[in-house]
């Protein structure tokens, strides 16, 4: 049976020696382990993860029962890898605290290694048919690593931080290689839209690599990215927010906070986190609206965080030293405006903390996703709560009845806390149901089925790496073919396909091998050459005019097909295929700005978000509209931003369209070729029949069956077949 092998840096414990030498077993928190721990819980299989430091016969026990597998790794491998590279440079780099950032070689290499060490554990466990799901930006160069020594696994990869823009992502050393790493994915999901198209434009600026629908194609493999917004277990949070050690705080802090309304923060203490920015805006908030002043309270859970890293115990002083200030000019005896805890709490005291705020303060600078948002609105629903929340937090994305701050505007912070101090209870009951009724549709549950689904389905793409010959052999290969055809067609691009590029383009004129070549062809009995180009139809015929190939000019606007003809247009078609992708995006949208709806018509497909809450709607028709745009670049599409509208559009012209025209004109044949070296000559190898010979001019995969390395090659080999043929 085929099992799921869940892979992160830590197992959700820690094992430690204690104060007697016995090993204690330590449950980790956060963000990953609160979203992987009910996959594993409900898979069965394996997780393997770095368990601690000290691993005994016990130890093992236990962790053989919760099928844990530990991957060792020492104290030194374990500071340049974990503290090191990850966290002193990808994660710092990721969340755009480029000042944090460091980069160091020898870091890189443990980073390495340990990588390595992981792939070599699961290779050593993994069975045929297993499916093995990589997560986060500790494991990046694992996917290939794994590939390397599992070819046909099925591998998923999950980025739980934000992806930065690929002009930040720029300035890591071993950007390269770190994208080669994802790429050994099947399947590489992130939270966001925007993370996503990131991702896509750092592989196409960095490994020159293009997207298709979502699509990556490296080394023959098609790499699908794709926006899975990470959920959180409803059921989990409100078994522990209503549980009776939680009833009882409730009590308590109620009686203690009674006639104050409490905003509350749950944060790692973690410089993406914005905890100084935060206290800067309730100051401001105390000091520019005073009415709060004995009203309101701040209860802010700091947890300690990787605290061996220096930044983040500067991070923590500062804190500190703002909430002393803070408390210091606005508290009196009795009276503190903020309440501040520097400790991991248990999970029944973070299911009262959440019960009792009237007000949960979420402003992080940068956050991949931030599940406190979610587990707020999970464990609030019932009651009116407001939630302030950060647009640099990836749950803005689906949490528009949010309100939104930009937390580096400190006043504006101050201004969105003293609306939410004001907002009414009605119509904070009514967001707050709003986001609810989302943060249950997409819980966890559904995230990892969502994110299966798409990994478990086969790629659909069609573009390999063909198969190189060369132009003497592929000659003796397709005569005999040819030989017994009566009528033949041979569609040929013209740049980098029969001619070299130059630097000036109007200086590409047709060599003298390039028209012996083309009029050795159709010399051929019964066969029909046409030129399927891009070029405009001047140049062409200048070029080309005086031979008796037919000629297709702009990807199929313009065709002469016969030298004696007049040039006509070229007209639509309704393909319908790119549909089923861009539809599947905009339904996305539909589920999250209420009252959207998607329009569907011949040649495009149209998200109106007219009767929609103005706000939210553009800000998400925004992150559409870029999304789309860097995802359908190589598109016959084209993305249009209208008046409260994204619509889709076909251009309606391609290299496959052109091909159905000139079928209709001069087919049919019994025998056909189409030979180009780009994006656009895949639209024609696309459509051409399943016995036409294709062939890709140039190493990249490609959908054609063949492949050649230079115009000069296809030019031999098109003078061999000749050759051939009329013996
Ligand atoms: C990363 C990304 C992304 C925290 N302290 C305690 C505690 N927690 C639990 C919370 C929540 C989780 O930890 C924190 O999750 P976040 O999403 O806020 O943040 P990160 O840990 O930074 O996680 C983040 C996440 O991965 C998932 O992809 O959302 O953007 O940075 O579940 O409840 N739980 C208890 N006591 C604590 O003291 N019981």
Not at 222 to 230: D, G, Y
Not at 388 to 403: R, W
Not at 602 to 624: C, F, G, I, K, T
Not at 708 to 725: D, K, N, Q
């Amino acid at each position: 049976m085929s099992r799921l092998l869940l892979v992160s840096n830590r197992l959700p414990v820690t094992l430690r020696r204690s104060r007697s030498g016995n090993t204690e077993i330590v449950k980790s928190s956060g963000g990953l382990v609160a979203g992987v721990a009910p996959v594993h819980q409900s898979e069965g299989g394996l997780w393997f993860g770095y368990p601690g430091e000290h691993v005994d016969k016990a130890a093992r026990e236990v962790l053989d029962e919760a099928r844990y597998v530990p991957v060792t790794v020492s104290a030194s491998e374990m500071r340049g890898y974990y503290s090191g590279y990850s966290n002193s440079s990808l994660w710092p780099l990721f969340h755009y605290f480029i000042e944090h950032a460091r980069f160091d070689r020898r870091e890189f290499e443990a980073y390495r290694t340990v990588n390595e060490r992981f792939a070599d554990t699961i290779a050593e466990r993994a069975m045929p048919g297993d499916t093995i799901w990589v997560h986060d930006y500790q494991l990046m160069l694992l996917p290939r690593l794994l590939r390397e020594r599992l070819p046909s696994a099925r591998i998923g990869f999950f980025l739980h931080i934000p992806f930065p823009s690929s002009e930040v992502f720029g300035l890591l050393p071993q950007r390269e290689e770190i994208l080669r790493g994802l790429a050994g994915a099947d399947l590489i999901g992130v939270h966001t839209y925007d993370y996503a198209r990131h991702l896509v434009s750092s592989f196409r600026r960095y490994l020159g690599v293009f997207g298709h629908e979502g699509t990556i194609n490296v080394d023959g493999r098609a790499v699908e990215i794709a926006a899975h917004p990470l959920g959180i277990s409803v059921e989990d949070v409100r078994g522990y927010a209503y549980s009776s050690a939680a009833e009882n705080r409730v009590a308590d802090l109620m009686r203690d906070m009674r006639g104050r309304q409490i905003l509350l923060g749950i944060d790692r203490l973690d410089y993406t986190k914005g905890l100084p920015l935060k206290l800067e805006a309730f100051r401001t908030l105390l000091s520019d609206y005073p009415k709060w002043r004995d009203s309101i309270v701040l209860i802010q859970v700091a947890i300690p965080s990787r605290t061996n890293i220096e930044s983040y115990r500067a991070q923590k002083a500062e804190v500190e030293r703002l909430v002393g200030d803070i408390n210091g000019a606005f508290g009196r005896p009795g009276r503190v405006p903020i309440h501040y805890i520097y400790r991991s709490i248990p999970s029944a005291e973070l299911g009262a903390l959440y019960r009792v705020a009237d007000i949960a303060v979420v402003t992080p600078l940068r956050d991949g996703m931030n599940l406190v948002a979610k587990e707020y609105v999970a464990a609030h629903s019932d009651a009116p709560g407001v939630l302030v929340l950060s647009e640099f937090a990836g749950a803005a994305t689906e949490l528009g009845e949010a309100i939104r701050v930009n937390p580096h505007d400190v006043d504006g912070t101050a201004a969105a806390l003293n609306q939410a101090l004001e907002m009414p209870a009605a119509e904070r009951k009514s967001r707050m149901q709003a986001m609810f009724r989302r943060v249950q549709g997409n819980d966890v549950h559904a995230w990892y089925r969502r994110y299966r689904r798409a990994l478990d389905r086969e790629s659909t793409t069609d573009i390999t790496l063909p198969e190189r010959y060369s132009p003497e052999s592929l000659a003796e290969k397709i005569a005999p073919a040819l030989r017994s055809a009566k009528r033949s067609l041979f569609l040929i691009d013209y740049d980098g396909t029969i001619r070299e590029f130059v630097d000036d383009p109007a200086a590409a004129s047709p060599t003298d091998e390039t028209l012996s070549a083309l009029e050795g062809l159709t010399s051929i009995k019964g066969a029909r050459v046409v030129i399927v180009s891009g070029r405009g139809r001047e140049l062409l015929d200048d070029w080309l005019g005086d031979t008796d190939v037919g000629l297709v000019a702009e990807h199929g606007l313009w065709f002469r097909l016969a030298p004696d003809q007049e040039w006509n247009r070229g007209g639509h078609r309704a393909d319908q295929a790119w549909k089923t992708y861009v539809m599947s995006v905009l339904d996305e949208y539909v589920g999250r700005v209420p009252g959207s709806l998607v329009e569907e018509k011949v040649a495009s497909l149209v998200w109106h978000y007219r009767a929609a809450a103005d706000d939210l709607a553009n800000w998400q028709a925004r992150e559409l509209a870029n999304y789309l745009e860097e995802f359908l670049a190589n598109e016959p599409l084209e993305v249009l931003v209208g008046a409260k509208n994204v619509e889709v559009r076909q251009h309606g012209l391609n290299k496959g369209t052109a091909y159905e025209r000139i079928y209709q004109e001069i087919g049919p044949f019994d025998f056909e070729m189409a030979i180009g070296d780009d994006r656009t000559d895949e639209d024609l190898f696309a459509v051409v029949p399943s016995d036409t010979v294709t062939i890709h001019v140039g190493p990249e995969p490609s959908r054609a069956g063949m492949s050649l390395s230079s115009p000069e090659a296809v030019r031999i080999f098109l003078r061999s077949l000749t050759g051939l043929v009329r013996r």
